[in-house]
């Protein structure tokens, strides 16, 4: 299991667009791909549920991916968060 | 007539008859059913087909409206096909026995409401995308198409707030304006208006009726207004205004990109007057070079306290990276005289115009100065900045203020804060004594801009908002135009640019006058550039500057002296 934390600096939080791009890319690998803020974890290939946590600007999240390609998807999806979020 | 107050969401005026959108019926069936595999098929099926339309409408939208409006469609199928949402959906119809619409009518509705709870507007507006989503898989499944426009004539288009998918499928040749009854600035109605070039009023609220339709309306998108049978007078006014933006549009199609030259090859740089970084982007549609005079003022008269170096800093960096690296020439502080700020406490003068105001405050309370002039050379490493000085009379108080430019510069320096060392640094010309010193005063700065306004009510001592006083107040008289010349002639002897900011600088009846002595920039409201731009375009400066520079040296003739 791999996991990163990152700090939310886009100013709309993890809004639709992203997250919609983010879903599609985590049913691309077997590892399973999570995001939790505080005592809510929720799957990345769920973009409303995403949308639902309500994570804005300045949150901190920890993203865990979980899975026989971990060490490949990690890098991949941390780039993303730095680049879209 | 009846007049509805809405609020402008998309500039431009529009007329004609008012039609009201029609949409489908969103009342559904709802049974059990036996076969829960068919019932799932037709979901899959219809959600496919959904996803499908929803790719040619972000096509569609991406050439109507650019890549920001085609996204929302795809954010839109990537909706359709969440996991939660057809989860909640194969649970209704598998374990509830639901039919295909109920099953996505409910599941809709709780994804919306979880949505409309969640305390940051952006995501409660993301309700509205649920349901657009949905309706268009209900649609699917039930057969309906959703509503258009079924008018043979070009319409005004009413209705309680426009889908985003609803607002793509319109046929864009038969809308001349949209009126809703809510939505917001930032709502896809808005959006999709601003970007088609057409004015939308959002809301009206409850004003608007359905009995309105087929009358003839008037919508006003710059100020909001929407006039139902507007009176002969009212619709006048407003025809003109449209055949003044027409007129606008067309000269922006004719100009734009074009240079700001005479016939015989010389230049001239057209520039903006602004009050606040919100005029940026007229200055930018009308394709102005820069920005030759920002008036600082606003960030005074918003407050109720001194604004800080940072909420200047801001506004000044905003301005400077909007207009993305053109000239911005930022005027200090000018209150006093006809603008006054309670909280500066300044005492009642019987002769404000000539009293203690612009600069002369700035040197008497130098902690206010400081401020700003912080702000604005944090701010120069955002953009081209240029300072400019208002209300000078003196050499020692052009001397003096750029003390405090040099102490600001050492201080930023020492802090290891960045700024521009090429700043160029300016004075107005608004009063007869910098006009007759301007010999002098052109050695201490990089250029000069002449207030005509000021410059015209200090030269003939006459009160400009005085309306007894109309015939007495000239602009174009002798004594200006002479001074202006004068001017002209000393940056020039100095190797200084010169420009005028001041309303006359938008005359063309002078535009030849100051092409002939030599003005090199004039700045003017944004509206005014493309027909001075046209001005410019027409004349033949060689052909005319012998005999105006004569007329203006003549002690006899034309000009009014």
């Known amino acids: 299991m791999k996991s990163f934390e990152y700090t939310i600096t886009d100013p709309v939080g993890l809004h639709a667009r992203p997250a919609g791009v983010l879903a599609k890319e985590a049913k691309k690998y077997t590892s399973i791909i999570s995001i939790t803020k505080g005592e809510k974890t929720v799957d990345a290939r769920k973009l409303m549920a995403i949308m639902g946590m309500g994570v804005k600007q300045g949150d901190t999240v920890t993203v865990t991916i979980d899975g026989p390609d971990e060490e490949t998807v990690a890098p991949i999806i941390e780039t993303f968060f730095k680049e879209n979020f | 007539m009846i007049t509805i107050q809405g609020k402008g969401a998309s500039t431009g005026v529009a007329i004609g008859p008012l039609y009201y959108y029609q949409r489908a019926k969103s009342t559904i069936r709802r049974y059990q ?4 595999e068919a019932e799932w098929a037709r979901f899959k099926a219809a959600q496919e087909k959904a996803i ?117 499928q319109l046929d864009k040749s038969k809308i001349l304006g949209f009126v809703t009854e809510g939505g917001s600035g930032s709502s896809h109605t808005a959006i999709l208006a601003r970007t088609m070039g057409i004015p939308a009023i959002i809301g009206v609220g409850s004003q608007m009726k359905p009995e309105y339709e087929g009358r003839e309306v008037i919508l006003d998108g710059n100020t909001g207004n929407v006039v139902v049978e507007a009176d002969e007078a009212t619709k006048a006014r407003l ?15 004719q100009l734009k990109g074009l240079p700001n030259e005479t016939k015989d090859g010389h230049q001239i740089r057209v520039y ?84 203690n105001r612009a ?59 960045h700024f521009d060392e090429d700043v160029q640094v300016g004075i107005m010309i608004e009063t007869p004594a910098a006009a007759l010193v301007s010999d002098r005063l052109a050695k201490e700065v990089d250029f000069f801009s002449c207030g005509t306004n000021d410059l015209t009510q200090y030269t003939l001592a006459c009160d400009r908002q005085n309306d007894d006083l109309g015939r007495f107040f000239n602009p174009h ?11 002209c002639d000393n940056a020039h002897k100095n190797g200084i640019w010169v420009g005028i900011c001041g309303e006359l600088g938008a005359d063309l009846k002078l535009t030849e006058t100051f092409l002939a002595i030599g003005i090199d920039e004039l700045s003017v409201s944004p509206r005014a550039v493309l027909p001075l731009r046209q ?15 004569a007329d203006l040296l003549s002690d006899e003739g034309a000009i009014v002296g």
């Open chain 2, 359 to 417: 600069l002369r405050v700035c040197l008497n309370r130098p902690e206010i100065f400081h401020t700003q002039i912080r702000a604005l050379y944090r701010a120069s490493a955002f953009g081209k900045l240029s300072i400019m000085f208002p209300m000078v009379t003196s050499v020692w108080e052009v001397r003096e203020a750029k003390k405090m430019c040099d102490r600001v510069k050492k201080e930023l320096t020492e802090e290891g804060i």
């Open chain 2, 52 to 168: 499908e339309q929803l790719g040619e409408l972000a096509e569609k939208a991406r050439v109507e409206a650019g890549d920001e409006a085609a996204m929302l469609f795809e954010t839109h199928q990537m909706m359709a096909e969440d996991m939660d949402y057809e989860e909640a959906i194969q649970a209704a119809i598998q374990e509830e026995k639901h039919n295909a619409e109920a099953a996505v009518t409910d599941t809709a509705a709780q994804f919306a409401d979880m949505f409309a709870t969640m305390d940051d507007p952006y995501m409660q507006a993301r309700a509205a995308d649920v349901k657009d989503v949905s309706n268009r898989i209900i649609g699917i499944l039930t057969g309906v198409v959703q509503g258009g426009i079924n008018s043979p004539v070009p319409v005004i288009l009413a209705a309680d707030d426009l889908a985003p998918s609803e607002t793509v």
């Open chain 2, 33 to 36: 059913i036996d076969d829960t």
């Open chain 2, 272 to 355: 903006c007057n602004i009050g606040s970084p919100d005029d940026v982007p007229a200055v930018l549609k009308n394709d102005a070079g820069g920005v030759g005079l920002f008036r600082s003022e606003f960030l005074y008269l918003n407050c109720d306290d001194y604004p800080s170096e940072e909420y200047q800093f801001e506004a000044y960096k905003k301005a400077l990276s909007d207009m993305g690296g053109r000239e911005v020439v930022i005027r200090t502080l000018d209150i006093g005289a006809d603008k006054q700020i309670g909280y500066f406490n300044l005492p009642h003068e019987e002769n404000p115009a000539m009293g």
């Open chain 2, 535 to 549: 001005k410019i375009r027409e004349t033949n400066v060689a052909a005319v500057k012998d005999k105006i520079i």
């Open chain 2, 239 to 253: 025809l003109l205004k449209m055949e003044e933006q027409k007129k606008q549009q067309e000269l922006l199609n």
């Open chain 2, 477 to 487: 008289h002798l004594a200006v135009l002479r001074e202006l010349k004068m001017v």
